[in-house]
């Protein structure tokens, strides 16, 4: 049986968690996230196959309760405004990792709170995601990694760290954009704005990247640090 993975950007992928929904591996819940026994915390992958399969339409994943909208209720910026639906435009995970948190930070930065990189809340809120996952489960050099992660250190870093360090382990903000870590950085300064801080934005102002240099003088003007 010939195998053929769906990765060319001319044909393009399919919708992995409906397709995955319809052929009876989980199902998609209201936070549009994909489930099964062992919660969200899944990957997906499409193969194309040259033989017809027999689809299976009935997951054995238990249904969200019709009346439960925890995932709605807790979302940040409202952009689980109904169930399977989202404005990605607001959704935090895009705003910190796809989008530009520099152009729309008057708007949702506030919102954002301290999360540097993609949000959980709508997956961590889940009464399905509940004790799924254990503390024996392992981040490969996390405790390396986290000797280099505070907001401090974030905007102070150099851009070769950002791009060979941070990159490999958290992938959605590609080397080309690892600007954004400082961007986001900053604004989570401004939400959680500690004294400490001030000397670490105002040298972002001069940082090599113009994208960072606007934030932290909107940073600076946000918090009338002048």
């Not at 998609?28 to 027999?54: C, H, M, P, Q, T």
């Not at 704005?193 to 994208?211: L, N, S």
Request: proline content about 5%; charged content about 25%; overall charge neutral.
């Amino acid at each position: 049986m010939d195998l053929t993975p769906l990765q060319s950007e001319n044909s393009g992928l399919p919708a992995l968690r409906w397709a995955a929904s319809e052929a009876g591996l989980g199902l998609v819940r209201k936070n549009n996230f994909f489930y099964r026994d062992s919660g969200s915390w899944v990957s997906l992958e499409a193969w194309l196959i040259d033989r017809e399969l027999e689809a299976i339409e009935k997951p054995t994943v238990k249904p969200c309760p019709e009346g439960c909208i925890l995932c709605m209720k807790h979302c940040p910026t409202s952009s689980l405004s109904q169930a399977y639906t989202m404005n990605p435009l607001s959704c935090i995970s895009f705003q910190t990792t796809f989008g530009d948190l520099s152009v729309s930070k008057d708007r949702f930065g506030a919102q954002i709170g301290n999360w540097v990189y993609g949000c959980d809340v709508c997956q961590d809120i889940c009464p399905f995601n509940k004790n799924v996952r254990t503390a024996a489960e392992e981040f490969p050099g996390l405790a390396e990694l986290g000797r280099h992660i505070s907001l401090e250190k974030i905007v102070s870093a150099d851009y070769g760290f950002l791009e060979n360090t941070l990159c490999p382990k958290f992938w959605y903000i590609r080397q080309n954009d690892v600007w954004k870590w400082k961007v986001n950085a900053i604004n989570a300064m401004v939400n959680k704005y500690k004294d400490e801080y001030r000397e670490c934005i105002f040298k972002a102002r001069v940082d090599t990247q113009p994208k960072v240099r606007e934030m932290a003088q909107w940073a600076v003007g946000k918090l009338g640090l002048l």
